[in-house]
């Protein structure tokens, strides 16, 4: 089937959204874990509507239910890559998606690399887009910096170019689905924890913290979960490096595909989510409504 959307993410942002879309009569599918900052918040008080303070927990869960009763379909999924053809193609760790329009709702990339130095390679044998760079490493010696499934698809994505993969897990355990966990023996694993990188010009390996050194020709950094800086490097959708960039209809570079929330590193707070999410929805029917009227 072809979702008229999908939303990733399901934090206060891709949840108004599908309160729109849903209620505009558009096919939506919500993608995400419940894992959005807001479950940090103990008492929200700034929120419209609560007489009281309500906890972020007690929001999430009530938007939960009130998408799903308008008809959206939530799944407990990440998703790790989004292709466009004609219409989007979404993968995530345990299956693939199809819709006409995709509105990211990520929240802000959180999770950073904690390895010293890494910056100082970025560009020079340090990459974070496998699908832009990995043609560079034909049958050279690559790394991917990550412990979860992102790091394992990452990987995958070398295949093609090189057998000479490990994955570095910076000294976290390996945070595999199952899923994953049968195509683990095509690459070496190595769980100690880095340093820093080490060369010249260019990567020319790791420093481990036991003071032994592993050469590499490339690193690629797929630490935690893909976040929207992830895609849009792969993608092409225009950002400031942390942060996608959108217009006031929260269109992105890409026709067809949205952002909204803390993914646009506008004040990050909840009503702003709920109002970007909104807007967003709104230029999705306007999208589909095209679309079907073309179709
Ligand atoms: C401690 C704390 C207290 C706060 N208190 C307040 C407050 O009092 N008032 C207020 O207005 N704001 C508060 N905020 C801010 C507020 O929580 C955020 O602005 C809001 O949650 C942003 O919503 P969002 O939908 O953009 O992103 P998030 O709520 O972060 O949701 C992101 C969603 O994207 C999903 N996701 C990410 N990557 C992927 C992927 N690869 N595949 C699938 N899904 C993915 C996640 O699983 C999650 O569901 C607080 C934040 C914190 C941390």
Redo the contacts with the bound molecule.
């Keep these: 089937m072809v979702y008229d959307a999908i939303i990733?993410?399901?934090?206060?942002?891709?949840i108004s959204g599908a309160v729109y879309t849903t209620r505009a009569n558009l096919s939506t599918l919500i993608?995400?874990?419940?894992?959005?900052?807001?479950l940090?918040?103990d008492?929200?008080?700034?929120?419209y509507g609560f007489e009281q303070p309500v906890s972020?927990k007690e929001l999430l869960l009530a938007g939960k239910k009130q998408a799903e009763r308008l008809g959206a379909r939530i799944i407990d999924?990440?998703?790790?890559s989004i292709e466009k053809d004609v219409n989007f193609k979404v993968h995530?760790v345990n299956d693939s998606y199809e819709a006409r329009t995709v509105l990211l709702?990520?929240?802000?990339p959180v999770i950073k690399a904690p390895v010293k130095n890494l910056n100082k390679y970025e560009g020079r044998g340090v990459s974070y887009c496998t699908t832009c760079d990995g043609f560079f490493y034909r049958n050279k010696k690559v790394g991917v910096l990550g412990y979860t499934d992102y790091a394992v698809h990452e990987a995958r994505e070398l295949v093609p170019f090189t057998k000479d993969i490990t994955i570095f897990t910076n000294g976290a355990p390996l945070k595999i689905s199952d899923k994953y966990k049968d195509v683990l023996s095509q690459f070496r694993i190595n769980e100690k924890q880095i340093k820093e990188p080490y060369g010249n010009d260019v990567i020319e390996g790791l420093i481990l913290e036991d003071g032994s050194r592993d050469e590499l020709n490339g690193l690629f950094v797929a630490y935690g979960?893909?976040?929207s800086v992830s895609f849009a490097l792969k993608m092409g959708i225009a950002t400031d490096g942390k942060s996608i960039y959108v217009n006031e209809k929260m269109e992105t570079n890409i026709p067809g595909l949205f952002a909204?929330?803390?993914?646009t590193g506008v004040f990050?707070?909840?009503?702003?989510?709920v109002g970007q999410?909104a807007i967003a929805a709104r230029s999705m029917i306007e999208t589909v409504r095209e679309i079907r009227k073309d179709g």
């Design positions: 990733i993410g399901r934090g206060p942002a891709g993608i995400g874990r419940f894992d959005s900052v807001l940090k918040a008492k929200v008080e700034n929120y972020g999924d990440e998703v790790v995530c709702a990520t929240g802000s979960s893909a976040s909204a929330g803390d993914c990050k707070q909840i009503s702003v989510a999410g």
